[in-house]
């Protein structure tokens, strides 16, 4: 019988600063919070459309260069998303900017330096 994969779970991110991370994916990114099993350990779960997001705390997690992987968030109008984080304090990006097959792309970081990427579909 072949493998068969039906769709993208979620995606766990390790933080050093749990509530931080938790204000940031709650508040300013308003994803909605999710009921979590009670692991052993503290994390939080946000709902990314059909998908999640886990935080996971980790105080032993080193600083280190984060940007070489992301994850998209789909929205409306990328322009608008850059407009939205300005007034919630967000002050580095690049782009918006266009793909080659025509969606934008706003790239920032969190505060724990995960790159994210915003992108909105070519209207």
Do not use: C
């Amino acid at each position: 019988m072949p493998l068969k994969i039906h769709e993208l779970n979620h995606a766990a991110i390790h933080v050093k600063d749990l509530e931080g991370a938790i204000k940031f994916y709650g508040e300013t990114l308003e994803l909605p919070r999710l009921p979590r099993p009670d692991f052993q350990f503290p994390g939080a779960w946000f709902a990314l459309g059909n998908q999640e997001l886990h935080l996971i705390e980790d105080l032993n997690v080193e600083p280190a260069k984060r940007d070489h992987h992301h994850f998209a968030l789909l929205v409306d109008d990328a322009f608008e998303a850059r407009a939205a984080l300005e007034k919630k304090g967000i002050t580095e990006f690049k782009g918006p900017s266009q793909r080659p097959d025509g969606p934008m792309q706003l790239f920032f970081k969190d505060p724990e330096g995960y790159l994210i990427e915003m992108y909105s579909l070519p209207k």
